[in-house]
């Protein structure tokens, strides 16, 4: 029961994704991002967010785990992955492996996009499952978070579409404030991020009416600094320990 942000879009866009990408797009360098999970104020679990960038492609990765002694309770296994163009930032695949609890199985989740035809198809531990049509514009679940570091404003309300290869949702996202946020990795120019979205699966759901909250670093990069949020049992924290 870990890492609601890192499975959580980041929503993104307002009126014009076109004219917004053209005027803001930012690089997100090749760059390795670690954290601290804690549930309830409890040591839980490590994450890693990595960009890899490789000729006409960048790979998005996140890994995570839940800590030994957690282990015995409920364990977490995450490996997910998103393939964007280095050009567009479109998808063209999202793959995720999973395994949560003591009695879970492994899953394998595949999404592979098909930009010149529209539609996505998904793939669950290696059988065909459906296929949906989509816009050009819409993001895979990882892919969304680095579409708002790259194309974002603070200032604006933004809108996204984004899609599990099961359905397709409308995620948005609103700036509550600007603050200085201290975590293990340092003290950070921040802004506070209230991203909304319904529908799409994740390792697990927050509770009836719960907020995500995320502090960005208010400059060009836009660091996922720090994650707060309600869920089923408890709160939990994310804080960025080095980058």
Not at 13 to 21: D, Q, V
Not at 145 to 168: A, C, M, Q, S
Request: glycine share 6%; net charge positive; hydrophobic share 40%.
């Amino acid at each position: 029961m870990l890492l609601a942000f890192f499975v959580t879009p980041m929503q993104a866009s307002t009126s014009s994704l076109s004219s917004l990408e053209k005027e803001s797009r930012q690089e997100v360098p090749q760059e390795e991002l670690r954290y601290r999970i804690t549930w309830s104020g409890i040591p839980a679990g490590e994450a890693v967010l990595d960009t890899i960038k490789s000729g006409q492609f960048i790979t998005y990765r996140l890994t995570a785990r839940s800590l030994p002694y957690i282990d015995a309770i409920y364990p977490v296994r995450i490996h997910e992955e998103s393939i964007v163009t280095s050009d567009a930032h479109r998808p063209v695949s999202f793959y995720k492996r999973s395994r949560e609890g003591l009695m879970g199985k492994e899953g394998v989740t595949q999404v592979l996009f098909n930009a010149k035809s529209g539609y996505v198809e998904l793939w669950k531990n290696g059988r065909f499952r459906g296929r949906l049509i989509v816009s050009e514009d819409v993001q895979d679940p990882l892919s969304c978070l680095f579409w708002y570091r790259t194309n974002g404003k603070p200032e604006h309300d933004v809108r996204l579409r984004i899609t599990d290869g099961k359905k397709i949702i409308t995620g948005t996202a609103h700036m509550i404030k600007r603050e200085e946020i201290e975590t293990p990795a340092g003290i950070f120019d921040t802004f506070l991020l209230n991203p909304r979205m319904e529908g799409l699966s994740g390792v697990f759901k927050k509770s009836p009416g719960a907020e995500i909250m995320v502090w960005l670093t208010d400059d060009a990069r836009k660091i996922p600094v720090l994650v707060k949020s309600k869920v089923v049992v408890g709160y939990f924290s994310a804080e960025l320990i080095s980058r």
